[in-house]
């Protein structure tokens, strides 16, 4: 057995319910559960229909996104997260070259880096040479007046270890950014890349090795297996080319506001709705979000 789920912007719920029962006819599908009204809702499917990527592409037309996945093993255990246009609205590094007066250099790069054109390794090196100089107080800076959590982070944080599960946030950026954001939400541990400081001042490296893709792939391999879960067991989540790793390695992989290049890699893909869409995937109804 399958699920199909249809969901849209939070911000702009729209979600037609002719259009839900109409799809589920189409299908032959189970009865429609709505999971939040004019937002999510979702029916019950005895096989993949053939057509699913054609009628994902109407719909996002239509503002809406559409997931079919199995029935079995949907709730997952753990949370695996990018944070950097993932649980952040931001890239630290695009914000902190901004203040440095190299930001539109250093944003070109990171778009191309994210969308899989450069060596994330080699990329990150080159980013981080051009804050030499930096005072280590615009990190803080930056913080407080640059840095915005994505919506729905908090529901999905709290609903998930509310039922037990464990939350991990892995980033290509650097810690002093993943520290405040893990601490702010609620994740039980947070990995990054660490930011040389000397005197005062940002030196222009980068601690090794550097945390990219291989990384992220390990990170799933130890907190799994730390948790004693298998891989099926976690959601994953992530934007750019870096996090695809980890996004086909885990139970469910989801591509958030993905580049394209990445989200054609990925079977589970939302541009429309927030992070709560995580939440509706594993059959969550709004009523069951965490204060």
Sequence with gaps: MFYATLLTSPANPALDPALVDSLRNAWGGGEAQWLSVDEAAEFQLETKPDNQWAVWQDLQGMAVDLIIQPEQGRRKKMLLADMDSTMIQQECIDELAD???????????????????????????????????????????????????????????????ANGGYAALVSGGFTAFTAYVASALGFDENRANTLHIENGKLTGDVGHPILGREAKVQALEDISARLGISEFDVIAVGDGANDLGMLGRAGAGVALHAKPSVAAQCDIRINHGDLTALLYLQGYSKAEFAA
């Design 99 to 161: 203040e440095a007066g190299v930001g539109d250099h250093v944003k070109d790069i990171t778009a191309r880096a994210m969308n899989g054109e450069l060596d994330f390794e080699g990329a990150l090196i080159e980013r981080v040479g051009l804050l030499k100089g930096l005072d280590e107080n615009v990190i803080a800076k930056v913080l407080a007046e640059r840095i915005t959590l994505m919506p729905g982070g908090r529901a999905l944080l709290a609903t998930m270890k």
